[in-house]
Nanobody
């Protein structure tokens, strides 16, 4: 079982930036993709960005051009650089790691964007 530890959430003003980090440890020998989901109050969890082990990236449309996902394979760490933040980006952000037969989740980190 992999453990994911997130850091970097907090409060930002609209137009500001926040960087999230997620470090994976434990049983991660078959780690494939890593990424970020988010869940706002009263809404379903949604995919924000994902990066595969070959570096391919995918973003949800609403964050394209503002968010950048990156990965340091040597450190088993994934990052999410969030720029030009909007109040609608307010949510709990969850890191995830996908393996051949399972998915692991982080505990979540709150990002709050004030207008």
């Amino acid at each position: 079982q992999a453990q994911l530890v997130e850091s970097g959430g907090g409060l930002a003003q609209a137009g500001g930036s926040v960087r999230l980090s997620c470090a994976a440890s434990g049983s991660i020998s078959s780690l494939n993709a890593m990424g970020w989901y988010r869940q706002a109050p009263g809404k379903q969890r949604e995919l924000v960005a994902v990066i595969a082990d070959d570096g391919r990236k995918n973003y949800r449309d609403s964050v394209k051009g503002r968010f950048t996902i990156s990965r340091d394979n040597a450190k088993n760490t994934v990052y999410l650089q969030m720029n030009s933040l909007k109040p609608e980006d307010t949510a709990v952000y969850y890191c995830y790691a996908r393996f051949p037969s399972t998915v692991s989740w982080g505990q979540g980190t709150q990002v709050t964007v004030s207008s």
